[in-house]
């Protein structure tokens, strides 16, 4: 069993001013996301600039904040929001939803793209590979906070969490961040390091993201005021990935399948 670091939430306190590494971590998954965006810029075929980059990531900014918050009212804490209203702008305390934030975004790029006369696949495109940098960075800060904690476990890396009991869990937090995060940006990342069909970097995001949070609930700890949702073993987050497993799909084979239409009407063209 290893011991959990009790690291403070708050990072820095400037009188009564608060500084929490959640808010840190958001932060860092912002302006990862920005850095990264203006290296895929340079590419030559991209078709973004600096300035570009810089308001979409604003967009998906505000996007991720007000349907994560958002979301996690609707998804899972909804009962508290009625208890206590104001509670939905106490985001230093958790409760943000990734399905909410993911919601917010694609809300937030189809009005980016309205405005930069962008195709909405072309902005999720280009995004999707910016995006799991973040997801590790706010998995960490869930670690911190010691919340979103893992099932009972006798793993030997398994932790005693200040707030789930005396027995020892799954660190699935870290879980999260190693899958959702590292290895999905390195999927995507090196998959879109190529041109690829129109909407395929997209699907390989969805598809591996759902794929990854569906495997890691299996080692988190249900909320405790919902527990398993459906079949007497899903959960709120399984459910809510099952869809984006199924859009992976979709948005793969529909790419592929246009990208070979077009490729055979070229050779028809070439032999006419």
């Given amino acids: 069993m290893l ?3 009790n690291i403070d939430p708050v990072a820095l306190k400037l009188g009564p001013v608060k500084i929490h590494w959640y808010g840190i971590m958001y932060l860092v998954a912002f302006g990862a996301a920005w850095w990264l965006g203006r290296r895929r810029a340079r590419r030559p075929d991209s078709g973004w600039n600096d300035e570009q980059v810089s308001d979409v990531v604003f967009y998906g900014a505000m ?3 007000l349907g994560g918050r958002i979301g996690y009212t609707l ?3 909804f009962s508290n929001f ?3 209203p104001v509670s939905i702008f106490r985001i230093w305390e958790g409760g943000m939803s990734f399905h909410g934030g993911l919601i917010g975004v694609l809300v937030a790029m189809w009005l980016f793209g309205r405005k930069t006369q962008k195709s909405f696949f072309e902005i999720t495109d280009f995004i999707a590979p910016l995006v799991p940098c973040g ?3 706010v998995r960490f800060a869930n670690f911190i906070n ?3 904690w893992g099932r009972v476990s006798d793993v030997p890396w398994a932790m005693v969490f200040p707030s789930g ?3 020892p869990r799954h660190p699935s937090q870290i879980y999260e961040m190693l899958l959702e995060g590292v290895l999905l940006f390195i999927i995507v990342w090196v998959y879109s390091a190529k041109p690829r069909p129109r909407m395929a970097v997209s699907g390989v995001f969805a ?3 759902g794929s990854f949070r569906f495997f890691v609930e299996f080692f988190r700890q249900p909320d405790a005021h919902m527990g398993f949702v459906a079949f007497g073993w899903m959960s709120q987050g399984q459910l809510l990935s099952t869809p984006l497993i199924a859009l992976g799909i979709v948005l793969l084979v529909l790419a592929y399948k246009k990208a070979g239409e077009r490729e055979k009407g070229k050779e028809k063209r070439g032999t006419a």
């Fill in 3 to 5: 011991k959990y670091p």
């Fill in 63 to 65: 996007g991720t904040v």
């Fill in 75 to 77: 998804f899972y804490g």
């Fill in 82 to 84: 009625l208890a206590d």
């Fill in 135 to 137: 997801i590790a960075a």
């Fill in 146 to 148: 010691g919340e979103l």
């Fill in 165 to 167: 009991g005396p027995l």
């Fill in 207 to 209: 598809l591996g993201y």
